[in-house]
């Protein structure tokens, strides 16, 4: 689960601020077809308007770790804006359409971000957005031993926005060690599974029942591109796999 999505197709047609563009101060995405507009963090559009040189335009302000970012969607076809200023919107909001509308070569968005601060004339506060966009951006650095334990759970919360507690119910626990041992997990009935490990299954797509099984431990490894033997050894490759994912910001 990443801070900011891509707002669309992932294919760059021009980059942040090259040689030949010193001063784009964005990144355009391209490509030829229908595609969709999405917010790429929660948070409230500070504008959402027609200018001479973004077109159809939107940008919307989000509060990260207490800082301010501010994400500009330029050149969005006309008639597309589906937010005004002051909406809140979600994280993958459609907010409109790919478009070539304002002072634009051919159908693109034209993308910047903006770190410590909104947009401005100048552009003081932007910043490339491919290095920032698909990543988590908690700081995470963790001991990469395969043990999952209680800094690897908080991480994991951190990362997936649940409680932060570095806590996994006891079950959850002792479903970890008998993993580790490949037995066949046995819950009683009527018992709730872990927050965290809800999210996580969510993620990686398995069964969201909070319980670490099996299945849940194959989808994690096949999730990771570890060996797929629904087991977490000691120490476990998938578990580490996974502690360096939160720690490269990529999970
Ligand atoms: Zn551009």
Redesign the pocket.
Known sequence: MATFIYPTVKRVT?GFRTKE?PT?????YAQPGYHKIKAVAGGKVTRSYNSDSYGQCIMIEHTVNGETWESVY??LRNGSRKVKSGDHVKQGQVIGVMGDTGRSFGQ?L???LHKGGNWNINKTHAVDPEKYLGKNLVAVNLKVDGKWGVKTTSALQEVLGTVVDGEISDQIRNAITEAFYGNTIKFGSGKKGSLVIKALQQLIGARVDGLLGPETIGKLQKYLGTTHDKVLSRPSEVVKELQRRLNKGNL
């Open positions: 021009s563009r784009h101060n964005g990144v355009d330029a050149h693109h034209h993308f910047e």
